[in-house]
């Protein structure tokens, strides 16, 4: 399974078993700055299924803020998503697919998917493998969305919410991608769903035994990852870094990430450590909702 499936993807997964799990993290510095959290999230869980663990409610409901990857509560940024949901150019598959493996993907997207190949097919990679992604979940309903889930919640509470990045900038990261190259990923996460659903359940594992090292080395060691390594995920925390300074100077933060991002040298949790921070991980259950 290639770099985009991994890397866009890498914690959308359901959570299927009681499990301790080490991805969640008091940040505190020794000049008595107010204590925050580091929770690396799934971006994607089966709703009814998984409760979020008492420790990491807790902790985000005495928060003043909340830090996430993007702000979707702000119109601008669910305005930049709305406009740059389409891939350029709109028959890009077509192009890009021989007439066979366009045929054979449009008959998944209609048969698995149960959706109108026509009206979905200009849609970036990234969100047609979201789509397949989804339906790999087997969700009894909607899933939820974590990342989300934080944001509703900290409107609703009115905190403070700061999004380390814009939806254009993560957008970006995926048109530095040759787009043959996405096309490809999409083509095998598609039509190769066992082993699909067999590097869910590795990171799944690696999530649920809160190995955020391992985690990342799952990411990593993903075909083709390598050359685009740096951008989509190193060159990224070490700009977070940048800001988080000065947010976590002053309030109390709950900083919620994707997991992938926690672990590894160039990590979250190394750099905030490198940078002075005491990081310490709290231990956390994820159950089984009746």
Known sequence: MRYLFVVTFALYF??????????????????????????????????????????????????????????????????????????????????????????????????ELNLPFQQISALRPVFLSALFLQNYLECATAPLRLDEFFTIQANQAQKTIVGLESVAEQISLFDTIPLDLQVTSLFELATESAQSKQSLQQ??????????????????????????????LDHRNEQWLEKLPKLLATQSTFIAVGAGHLGGSNGLVALLESAGYTVTPIQVSFVIQD
């Not at 999530?207 to 060691?221: A, F, H, K, M, R």
């Open 14 to 111: 359901a959570v299927l078993t009681p499990a301790q799990a080490n991805i969640f993290f008091k940040v505190s510095h020794p000049d008595h700055q107010p204590t925050s959290y580091l929770f690396g999230t799934m971006h994607m869980v089966c709703g009814v299924e998984i409760a979020t663990p008492e420790p990491v409610l807790k902790a985000f409901e005495s928060s003043q803020q909340l830090v996430v990857e993007v702000n979707l509560a702000e119109p601008e940024q669910q305005c930049a998503l709305q406009q740059n949901v389409l891939q350029q150019p709109a028959d890009y598959l077509e192009q890009l697919l021989n007439d066979s493996e366009y045929l054979r993907l449009k008959s998944l997207v209609e048969d």
């Open 203 to 232: 990171l799944e594992q690696a999530y649920l035994t809160g190995n955020g090292d391992e985690v990342y080395q799952l990411i990593q060691d993903q075909d083709d990852f390598g050359d685009y390594q740096y951008g989509l």
